[in-house]
């Protein structure tokens, strides 16, 4: 499906020669700047997609603000997973996690246009039914990429300064990082010092 290669392109700017699937759960962080002018630092963990490490993925789900359900466009297999992530989101995940659908490798359909197993409506139609936002992206290209990490992140910013009540305060441009979790400084610290 390409979440490793997504987070990579995302994060460190290339695309993995050889990736290796994810064995459980792995880590990156990225401080963006946001439409406001001020900065905040993403914790992103990438969750293995295979059923025997469901156990362990499910205790990364709790503090989620926002998640990227990926899927491939040329195989429908990976879109038919689709619901069940999306209910262990909506069961294990903060209450007002934002969740976005990406349909991944549109760089295939370039070559070969036959490819395409998932159309554009039958996605947009899933995810409009799910209340979820869209995206068509290809981490070889970085098609898109960096939109639905940044629009995600810009997403969840405004929805944790509604429900604090400041969406009107300004931002303070001389602030370094705002965490949008308040266990997100102490988490990554604790991850830092552990390996």
């Not at 040329?74 to 209910?87: M, Q, R, V």
């Amino acid at each position: 499906m390409g979440k490793t290669a997504i987070l990579s392109k995302y994060v460190k700017g290339i695309f993995p020669v050889a990736p290796t699937p994810t064995i459980a759960i792995e880590f990156a962080s990225k401080i963006i700047q946001i439409k406001e002018g001020g900065y905040i630092k993403a914790q992103i963990w990438d969750s293995a997609g295979q059923e025997r490490y469901k156990a362990i993925v499910a205790g990364h789900y709790r503090r989620a603000a926002g998640a990227l359900i990926v899927y491939d466009v040329t195989k429908k297999s990976t879109f038919e997973h689709i619901t069940n992530w999306l209910k262990n989101i909506n069961e294990m995940a903060e209450k007002n996690c934002i969740t976005y659908l990406i349909g991944n490798k549109i760089d295939l359909l370039d070559s070969n246009n036959n490819s395409r197993e998932v159309s554009i409506e039958e996605a947009q139609k899933y995810a409009k039914e799910n209340g979820l936002k869209y995206y068509e992206t290809s981490a070889l290209t970085s098609v898109r990429i960096n939109d639905c990490f940044e629009d995600l992140l810009q997403e969840i910013y405004n929805e944790r300064r509604k429900i604090k009540g400041k969406l009107n305060e300004p931002i303070d441009k001389n602030a370094k990082v705002l965490y949008l979790n308040k266990s997100t400084e102490e988490s990554e610290r604790r991850f830092e010092n552990c390996c």
